[in-house]
């Protein structure tokens, strides 16, 4: 995609700042600018010429038919498990991301990436072991959102960012996505359906804290009871380690009865004794946390185990005696690597239908 063009990348731009563009370039404003935001982010459909406002200015039409730039990266790939779909985009200069539609009872949530790859390097995270390659611009995470409502019909309320990549290591492009999807012209996303989770990047977090937006929700990929384990499975440990992560948290601005999102994915003989579960209660008594936990969804060639149901139950149980706020967190999707930490695995753009059930569109 040549960014050095001139064109109006509709879906970086809010609703004002479509119309101050129009303003700008063609004397035209609002009335334009509110159809497009209309037809294309609320209604999901990209060919905005047919609205009635554009039939009486078919010169300025055909102008901005040339000059507005709306992302028609092709979903190549696509795959349904226990209601979950994951789709795979790709992008103008071939790389390729995930996001996964998740349905509750009358709406969906979307799992949507931030980069291709991730350089946090998590041990048990599929995503890490690509290593990174790129950040993604504003359009290709709000295009995530439009293709979720045009291609697939979803009815998306929540937006959460946990798919490939670590979120504030793109900070600038989540915050001005945030900003898009929450248009109440477009999209109409509150901050309140919507959740930023990291690995602990603490100037990343109080980055966040300084927008002071009380409703967003921050998830905490916490994984580990102490240091010693976190550095084990989570390198950015060893640059933000766990006290300097509290305090951040505990900062972090909160509506009344707002709390943290903390993470757990519980890994067979890594973070999974009894011992664990007490060292993770007296870390987070200080933090209004609400723990939601995960067995551990193998990725490719896994050094881990995953845990049994039970053994899960078993960690949460412990939890609930150390009156810790907690819940579990399903696996849906597992076996369409659609779960948490399992997206981006090469091996599925191969085309071997019958060995990924990947199926191809
Ligand atoms: N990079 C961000 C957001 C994406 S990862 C972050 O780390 O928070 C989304 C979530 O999946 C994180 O909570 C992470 O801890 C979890 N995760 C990663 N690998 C996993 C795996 N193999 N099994 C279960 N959860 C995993
Ligand atoms: Fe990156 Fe999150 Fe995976 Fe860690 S868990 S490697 S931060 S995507």
């Not at 010169?59 to 779909?85: N, S, W």
């Not at 799992?111 to 991730?118: E, F, I, M, P, Y």
């Not at 076996?335 to 071997?352: F, T």
């Amino acid at each position: 995609m040549d960014r050095t063009n001139t064109c109006i990348p509709l879906f970086e731009l809010t609703c004002s700042e479509l119309a101050s563009e129009l303003k700008k370039r063609y004397g035209k404003g609002h009335f334009h600018a509110a159809a497009i935001y209309r037809e294309v982010f609320y209604k999901g459909n990209a060919n905005w010429e047919n609205a009635q406002e554009f039939q009486n200015s078919k010169k300025f039409l055909k102008q901005l038919r040339l000059d507005l730039r709306i992302d028609r990266t092709p979903v190549i790939a696509t795959q349904t498990e226990d209601d979950v779909t994951k789709f795979a985009t790709r992008l103008c200069d071939g790389n390729v991301i995930e996001s996964v539609i998740i349905p509750m009872f009358t709406h969906a949530t979307l799992c949507v990436s931030t980069q291709v790859g991730c350089r946090m390097g998590c041990k048990f995270c599929e995503t890490g072991r690509m290593g990174f390659v790129r950040d993604l611009f504003v359009e290709e995470i709000v295009a995530q959102l439009f293709k979720a409502k045009s291609v697939f019909g979803a009815n998306i309320r929540n937006i959460v960012f946990m798919g490939m990549g670590e979120p504030l290591d793109n900070f600038e492009n989540v915050v001005r996505s945030i900003r898009v999807m929450e248009d109440q012209r477009g999209f109409d996303i509150p901050h309140r359906y919507v959740s930023v989770s990291t690995s602990g990047r603490v100037d990343g977090i109080r980055k966040l804290a300084q927008l002071n937006w009380p409703r967003l929700n921050l998830a905490v990929s916490l994984n580990a009871p102490n240091d010693r384990i976190r550095s084990r499975i989570m390198p950015v440990n060893n640059l933000y380690p766990m006290a300097e992560l509290r305090k951040a948290m505990m900062d972090f601005p909160m509506k009344k009865n707002g709390a943290v999102y903390v993470e757990y994915v519980l890994i067979k003989n890594v973070n999974d004794a009894r011992r664990h579960a007490r060292q993770l209660a007296e870390y987070l008594a200080p933090v209004r946390a609400k723990v939601n936990l995960i067995g551990y969804n193998p990725r490719t060639s896994s050094p881990f185990e995953t845990p049994s149901e039970e053994e899960v139950d078993r960690f949460l149980d412990w939890l609930v005696e150390e009156r810790v706020f907690v819940r579990k967190r399903s696996s849906k999707g597992r076996s369409i690597r659609a779960a948490c930490g399992q997206l981006g695995g090469k091996h599925v753009y191969r085309g071997d239908e019958n060995r990924t059930g990947f199926k191809r569109v």
